[in-house]
């Protein structure tokens, strides 16, 4: 981050993991010279902040180690008043106009908090680390707060799309709350979430490598490892980054490649991390037991097989390793992104290096041109290891030339530019336009508009049918009108100037055989894929290919097998997927999943999957309820007055479809095209009643 806050003339606000307050001194000269700025927590909340909840159970969880996750309720407390103290230490800087960012998962609930403090400041938030699919999410102790806490911020944003949709699975299961590829909509506002991988910033390495002393340190590595191919692997010692795996496979490759002897060596740089942790130690004693038995086993007098650094090095020295090393072998287990396989890169110009790259990192969805491998599989990674030092230098120098050209131009800047001018799109967007919520219906005016039509003209009423006219019931078939509806819709079409419609969803025989004796009512089931004129028995509209449904019924059929309680509804242009008396939670994720899997299955066929109110629907685009509206303009163009009612998304391509004059009608609290709402099926018949009254 340093080089973006130095181009922005950003403040960092961290913890120094000091337990006690800095002197003034250091105080100020921290802000004036690098503008850090520290963040005091208190002594006994300090330590179990960082190495507690976040890095004993988020960290684990978030890299799927599930069996290395402990929960402490103590250390929740911690984690909570530790982000409150970064809000405090925030709130105190914030000047109107400023953007915050949020590093990581230390301070998962920070945004939440800064926004009940700050309800206009741009917030946005980065994970650096993975997101762990659902099921693994689900298994975090207070992982439900995690998530309302980052859905203060205006921008959310991972590594990779994978994350992201992990993150989105979580917001369905834990929160039931929905979202698109982009969005998200909850506590009234939009928040935007995105993949933005991170880069690095190339030159501020490869400089240190033009300095005369560089050049010379480089010059003598590669004297002292004359004749050998050297191997690197530079690695925070964390159970996440496959250090003994990593050996054992090395091991492999010298005891399977006995001519390798003295000709090879891997420099492993391992940086002492979190070092009070019990598994952190425990790690530690494995990989110096492995390192000694390598090099005890194989080693020579003249040769020592590993060469392992147990501390942090200049910035300089790592840059000269990665230009010296002839393989780079990133192989962690887990990894949010690994900036290290980038660095490597950054640092060939000559293209002369191969990257071994573990397939569980986010930088392999990005750098498909190293040699891919899985950590956990000792033989195909020291097959890879023999592979890359055996490579020909023009196969060499093609991938890392493609490798080069994305690391080069996808760094740190311009994922820093990214996010911001993310944030700022997301920040302006955030409030929810006022047509989602449409107004109260005012009857009053409504009757009044209903009974001043002008005289010769015809009044047109579009009614749907479920949800609208009857409450939904859990079966289908059980929403059969009362008598006080088939009487009202009677007394309704009765008048010779009114055109009714019931425009549903359901197919033809279920309207036809609960409405079809109403005099005067027009029908237009299918979502009005037909129709039929009020007074007439005859069909119009489209006929419908069956084909389809043979390749369509199997998939929906797989899914009722694995949902007790959801059906298939066949109707004459569409299968329906019905999970009403499912398990909401399983039936809302399984829907999903359906509907991911037929939009790739559909995408060359006219069909589309859509979902409504516990339904997956598999239809042809233009049976929609938008469509009949051209339709019975052209043969009522005498229309005075206009009113459609409706529950469902699908009513939405109603109101989308209905002359700006129209009286449009949502029932019910969702988002909505229409002008105006009623809560539910009886203030529909209220409402006509007044008008038949
Ligand atoms: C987290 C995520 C994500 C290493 N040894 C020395 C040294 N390093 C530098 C490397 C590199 C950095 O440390 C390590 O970065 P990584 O990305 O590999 O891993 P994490 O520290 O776990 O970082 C990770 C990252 O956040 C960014 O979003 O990629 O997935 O876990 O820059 O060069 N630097 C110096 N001496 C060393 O001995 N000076």
Redesign the pocket.
């Known amino acids: 981050m340093d080089p973006i806050l130095k181009r922005t003339g950003g403040a960092w606000i961290g913890w120094s993991g000091a337990r006690e307050q800095l002197p003034a001194d250091i105080l100020s000269k921290l802000r004036e010279e690098q503008s850090a700025i520290p963040v005091r927590l208190a002594p006994e909340h300090g330590l179990r902040f960082y190495e507690g909840y976040a890095n004993q159970a988020v960290w684990p969880l978030f890299h799927s180690f599930i069996s290395r996750a402990k929960f402490v309720p103590e250390n929740w407390s911690s984690y909570h008043d530790g982000n409150e103290r970064f809000c405090d230490a925030i709130v105190e800087q914030y000047r109107e106009g400023d953007r915050i960012w949020v590093h990581d998962y230390h301070l998962m609930l920070l945004p939440r908090m800064l926004r009940r403090r700050l309800p206009d400041a741009a917030i946005g938030f980065f994970l ?2 993975p997101f762990p699919s659902s099921d693994i999410f689900a298994v975090l102790p207070r992982g439900e707060m995690l998530l309302r806490g980052l859905l203060g911020a205006d921008l959310v944003a991972f ?1 990779t799309h994978s994350y992201l949709q992990h993150f989105r699975r979580s917001l369905r299961r834990l929160l039931g709350v929905e979202s698109t590829l982009d969005c998200v909509e909850a506590a009234g506002r939009r928040i935007r979430i995105e993949a933005l991988p ?1 880069g690095i910033a190339p030159e501020s390495l490869t400089s240190l490598l033009e300095t005369a002393e560089s050049k010379s340190h480089v010059d003598e590595l590669r004297r002292r490892y004359e004749g050998s191919q050297i191997l690197l692997a ?3 010692l ?1 159970y996440t980054k496959g250090l003994p795996e990593r050996l054992r496979a090395f091991e492999r490759l010298l005891r399977t490649h006995p001519e390798l002897e003295g000709k090879v060596v891997l420099i492993q ?1 391992a ?1 002492p991390s979190r070092e009070n942790i019990e598994s952190y130690q425990e790690l530690r004693a494995e990989v110096h037991e492995l390192v000694s038995h390598i090099n005890g086993k194989h080693g020579t007098a003249g040769w020592v097989p590993v060469n392992y650094i147990h501390r ?4 300089d020295e ?1 840059a000269a390793l990665y230009r010296i090393a002839d393989v780079a072998w990133v192989a962690p287990l887990r ?6 396989a980038k ?1 490597y890169v950054a640092c060939k110009e000559d293209g002369n290096g191969v990257l071994i790259l573990s397939t569980f ?2 930088a392999a969805a990005e750098m498909g041109e190293a040699l891919l491998v899985n950590p956990m599989d000792e033989e195909d990674s020291a097959e890879a290891v023999f592979r890359a030092i055996n490579m020909d230098a023009a196969e060499k120098r093609d991938r890392m030339g493609a490798l080069r050209e994305r690391v080069l131009r996808n760094d740190v800047y311009a994922w820093g530019d990214q996010f911001l001018s993310r944030l700022d799109e997301a920040s302006a967007a955030r409030t929810l336009p006022e047509s989602t919520g449409a107004i109260p219906m005012p009857a009053a005016e409504f009757e009044q508009a209903f009974r001043t039509a002008p005289e010769r003209k015809c009044r047109l009423l579009l009614l749907d049918y479920d949800g609208t006219l009857v409450p939904i019931a859990d079966r289908p078939p059980d929403a059969v009108p009362g008598a006080n509806i088939i009487e009202l819709l009677t007394r309704l079409a009765a008048d010779p100037r009114n055109r009714v419609f019931v425009i549903s969803g359901r197919k033809s025989e279920d309207l036809e055989r609960w409405l079809g004796n109403v005099p005067h009512l027009g029908l237009a089931p299918e979502h009005s894929a037909r129709w039929r004129f009020p007074g007439s028995h005859e069909w119009h509209g489209h006929t419908a290919p069956h084909e389809w449904k043979q390749t369509v019924r199997p998939i929906l059929q797989h899914y009722v097998d694995r949902t007790p309680g959801s059906f298939i509804e066949e109707k004459g242009f569409a299968l329906v997927w019905h999970y009403r008396t499912a398990d909401p939670e399983f039936g809302e994720w399984l829907a999903t999943e359906l509907v991911s899997m037929l939009e790739g299955m559909l995408a060359d066929t006219e069909l589309r999957a859509y979902r409504g109110k516990k339904i997956v629907e598999v239809k042809p685009p233009w049976a929609n309820k938008g469509a009949i509206v051209p339709e019975l303009l052209a043969a009522y163009p005498d229309t005075g007055f206009l009113c459609a009612m409706g529950d469902d998304r699908t009513d939405e391509d109603l109101f989308a479809a209905l002359p700006k004059d129209a009286w449009s009608i949502f029932v019910g609290d969702g988002v909505t095209k229409a002008k105006y709402r009623l809560a539910r099926p009886a203030d529909v018949s209220r409402v006509l009643q007044r008008l038949v009254d």
Do not use: A, Q
């Not at 942090?312 to 910035?315: A, G, K, M, N």
């Not at 990894?335 to 290290?340: C, I, P, Y």
């Open positions: 650096h680390i590594h991170i530079i690695d925070r964390d740089v940086v942090s090095l200049p910035p790592v990894d949010g992104m690994n900036l290290v660095e990192t986010g």
